[in-house]
């Protein structure tokens, strides 16, 4: 009894932790979210969470008319209390309601109490200027306009996608191939080979990059998706290859015995046996490659370039916020556009993902 007590309180624990961890994840995820629809005012006026219902100084219709001679130099006289004028610029509370300059130049105070508001002014115009390069208007909190051209990242979101999905599928091929073999046949040197390939997983990528980009110059691969396609293959199978490995060296040998007995070849075991059996760690092998193609900066900076036709989202989004950095409107929308696919990837592959991380940690 005491036992089945203390799991439930440990059951408990870790639930709420991860409830904790998901609440602290999701919020800021919801805040993106929201202000990618509101108005560039808005946002730099208020908090997003002020679409939702709140407390906040609505006007009442009152006014109070100072004398139109005041000198706005001189400490100001309401309600038996003196002000400065910058004080009544942002509000000052007298007798339990606050007073506001409705008209400075008229000597016009406004009447300010608590009451609920809702107003939330949600817009797709953000979506429309970061997706099309057409100019739009903008307004500023101060009600001026300007004239503005759209980010066109439209393109820049297919371009990632043209390099993200070959990226990832190429290198899971090749390394599934690879882990079959290591964990399978016997062959001279296959443990050898095996370790040098783990010990590519500690040497970083930026040492590469130099010497690759020599090659790729050379070989005229610079600038094109094959060589970013290569690029990505080439970093990306050394970590994607022990994870598959992990996982296939774990399956049952009566099933190979089995398969060999009816006359089965390698390539048949590999398509027939290891691949619908390896989905769960394809799938989450695959969330990670992906992930990582998708928001990678550095590797496609150096092997595709920076031009507007060839950009990719995370370029894209680095250049709105050297350019634009006040432009929060876009900027939220333009993150939020970059999180859909890695999102809608990982809820497909979800069901897989434990399963597949779980491949090979127990024998037998």
């Known amino acids: 009894m005491a036992g089945r007590k203390k799991r439930k309180s440990s059951k408990l624990l870790v639930n709420l932790v991860l409830g904790f961890i998901c609440l602290i994840w999701l919020v800021p ?42 000198d706005l130099r001189e ?5 038996g209390k003196t002000f400065t004028d910058e004080q009544l610029k942002s509000g000052v ?26 107003n939330p002014a949600l817009t797709l115009d953000n979506y429309k200027n970061v997706l099309s390069g057409k100019e739009y208007r903008l307004k500023a909190a101060d009600g001026s306009e300007t004239v503005q051209r759209g980010s066109g990242m439209s393109q820049a979101f297919w371009n990632t996608l043209t390099i993200a999905v070959p990226a990832t599928v190429i290198p899971i091929l090749i390394a ?82 089995s398969a060999f007995i009816d006359g089965a070849s390698h390539f048949t075991i590999f398509s027939r046996l290891i691949l619908p059996l390896s989905v769960p760690a394809l799938a ?26 060839v950009q990719v989202m995370s370029m894209k989004i680095a250049d709105l916020v050297g350019s634009r950095g006040n432009d929060w409107h876009l900027l939220t929308s333009a993150a939020f556009i970059s999180m859909l696919m890695p999102l809608a990837i990982f809820f497909l592959l979800q069901k897989y993902f434990v399963r597949g991380l779980m491949g090979g940690s127990v024998k037998g």
Request: aromatic fraction near 16%; avoid cysteine.
């Open 29 to 70: 995820t919801l805040g993106l979210f929201i202000s990618s629809f509101r108005p560039a005012a808005d946002i730099l006026s208020t908090g997003w969470w002020k679409v939702f219902p709140h407390q906040s100084w609505v006007k009442s219709g009152e006014t109070v008319q100072l004398s139109k001679d005041l």
């Open 75 to 79: 400490p100001i006289e309401v309600g």
């Open 93 to 118: 509370m007298v007798d339990g309601e606050r007073l506001m300059w409705e008209n400075r130049r008229a000597r016009t105070l406004s009447v300010m109490e608590q009451g609920w508001q809702f």
């Open 176 to 257: 599934s191939f690879a882990a079959y073999a290591f964990a399978w046949l016997r062959f001279p040197g296959r443990k050898t080979i095996f370790a040098i390939i783990i010990a590519m997983l500690v040497i970083p990528l930026q040492v590469a990059l130099i010497p690759v980009l020599k090659d790729y110059t050379a070989l005229g691969l610079n600038g094109s998706y094959l060589g970013i396609w290569l690029a990505h293959t080439a970093f990306g199978l050394p970590l994607v290859t022990y994870f598959m490995y992990n996982f296939i060296s774990q399956l049952p040998k009566d099933l190979f015995e």
């Open 284 to 309: 989450s092998i695959g969330i990670f490659q992906f992930l990582w193609v998708w928001n990678d900066y550095l590797v496609s900076l150096i092997f595709i370039g920076n031009q507007p036709d």
